[in-house]
């Protein structure tokens, strides 16, 4: 994939998905916060995917001669959260891999993915819906973290119903079974 074509689409690679032209990283339909720099380097490793990107490349196009940092340092702390966002590593790479002194290639499969053709609407917590042609995927659905809260709520119920109906079943069965108590003390009465 050739740097630019990948710029007006969406991109799958692995389970994550980031849409270039609204800056955003996905992991399935949860989003990734990551630093906008952070993801200018990754927009520019997955639009150059399985090719060498340089780190003078990456200075130019992120860091434009009129900005006045450490190079070096920001562009490693860029890497470093990147591979935090992506859980990957430098000595066991399956995303981004350094080539020391030169640069960065992204070795992940990239899957180029176009946009929707129409406008999509995400249905805010409010009730209220918002076109979003940017990014329809971003909101996993509403209705699916209640249903899992609730079916957790009910099994962790039932579980405590089953083990409080055991012990109270084992309670009475050893009460069954106990010997009769010994007596401990004696009455005198008279004998008449």
């Known amino acids: 994939m050739g740097g630019g074509d990948l710029a007006t689409c969406r991109v799958r690679f692995g389970l994550f998905w980031a849409d270039l032209k609204a800056r955003q990283l996905f992991r399935k339909n949860s989003r990734v916060k990551i ?3 952070v993801f200018q380097v990754l927009a520019s490793l997955v639009e ?3 090719q060498v990107v340089t780190r003078e490349e990456l200075q130019r196009k992120i860091w434009p ?3 006045f940092v450490d190079f070096d340092e920001g562009l490693n702390a860029s890497i470093r959260k990147l591979r935090a ?3 990957d590593s430098a000595d066991n790479p399956r995303f981004v891999e350094t080539l020391p002194r ?3 290639r992204f070795i992940a499969p990239v899957t180029p993915e176009p946009e929707a053709e129409e406008p999509l609407t995400v249905r805010l917590p409010s ?3 918002v076109p979003s042609s940017e990014n329809a995927l971003a909101a996993p659905p509403r209705h699916a973290r209640p249903r899992r809260l609730l079916a957790g709520i009910a099994a962790v119920a039932l579980l405590g119903a089953v083990l409080g109906a055991y012990f109270a079943w084992r309670s009475r069965r050893l009460q ?3 010997p009769p108590e010994a007596i401990n003390s004696i009455a005198v009465l008279p004998f008449e």
């Open 65 to 67: 001669g009129d900005t």
């Open 127 to 129: 009730g209220q819906s």
């Open 35 to 37: 630093q906008n720099q």
């Open 176 to 178: 069954a079974n106990a």
């Open 85 to 87: 966002a992506l859980g």
């Open 48 to 50: 150059n995917a399985g």
């Open 102 to 104: 030169v640069g960065y």
